[in-house]
């Protein structure tokens, strides 16, 4: 922050409220860009809090089921995230991304809420051949996709000395949800 005598924020509120709605909506976007780029002690580490409340699905043996399990602090979710979920994954092969909405942010002072729509797409390589679009005078080589989740993400946040970080995660709606456990 600049110095008080040149911080306007402390003399307009509403544009503190602004800049803070607009350092979460990044917060958010560089948590599913460093999720998606497989850097994903980037995200547990830049847009976590340390006492992080993080509901993800259920595994139960390596399958994932329609419970919800709620991971109590950032290694907790390190831990998850790099020894269960992604277990047998290549360093640099992920195939999957998230097309997420503006999250919708909520200011209060120094915590805030914000609801995000997501879809989680993944890419299922294959050895045959593509299909093809054709769309005016161009061909496409056309990629096989999956939604494997419609999401809305409500995320309660905090304002920490290095910036906002993520306390509380929680899916609120799933779309499409995994198929149960026998």
């Not at 003399?11 to 544009?15: N, T, V």
């Not at 906002?164 to 609120?172: E, L, Q």
């Not at 779309?175 to 456990?181: D, K, M, Q, Y």
């Given at each position: 922050?600049?110095?008080?005598?040149h911080?306007?924020?402390d003399?307009?509120?509403?544009?503190q409220?602004?800049?803070d709605?607009?350092?979460?909506?990044?917060?958010?976007?560089?948590?599913?860009?460093l999720?998606?780029?497989?850097?994903?002690?980037?995200w547990?580490?830049?847009c976590?809090?340390?006492?992080?409340?993080?509901?993800?699905?259920?595994?139960?043996?390596?399958?994932?089921?329609?419970?919800?399990?709620?991971?109590?602090?950032?290694?907790?979710?390190?831990?998850?995230?790099?020894?269960v979920?992604?277990?047998?994954?290549?360093p640099?092969?992920?195939h999957?991304?998230?097309?997420?909405?503006?999250?919708?942010?909520?200011?209060?002072?120094?915590?805030?809420h914000?609801?995000?729509?997501?879809?989680w797409?993944?890419?299922?390589?294959?050895?045959?051949?593509?299909?093809?679009?054709?769309?005016?005078?161009?061909?496409?080589?056309?990629?096989?996709?999956?939604?494997?989740?419609v999401?809305?993400?409500?995320d309660?946040?905090?304002?920490?000395?290095?910036g906002?970080?993520?306390?509380?995660?929680?899916?609120?709606r799933l779309?499409?949800?995994?198929?149960?456990?026998p």
């Open positions: 922050r600049p110095p008080p005598e911080d306007v924020t003399r307009d509120p509403e544009l409220r602004l800049l709605i607009e350092a979460i909506r990044t917060l958010v976007v560089r948590f599913v860009q999720g998606d780029q497989n850097d994903h002690h980037g547990i580490d830049e976590l809090h340390d006492d992080v409340e993080w509901a993800v699905r259920h595994i139960d043996d390596a399958r994932v089921t329609a419970g919800v399990d709620v991971l109590h602090g950032k290694e907790a979710v390190r831990e998850v995230v790099t020894t979920g992604y277990r047998g994954i290549e640099g092969l992920w999957g991304s998230h097309i997420v909405s503006p999250p919708v942010v909520t200011v209060d002072g120094d915590t805030a914000a609801v995000t729509d997501a879809v797409l993944w890419h299922v390589p294959s050895d045959g051949p593509r299909g093809e679009l054709t769309v005016g005078a161009l061909t496409y080589d056309v990629p096989d996709y999956r939604i494997i989740s999401v809305q993400w409500r309660e946040l905090v304002r920490t000395p290095a906002w970080r993520i306390k509380v995660h929680r899916p609120a779309g499409t949800a995994p198929r149960r456990s």
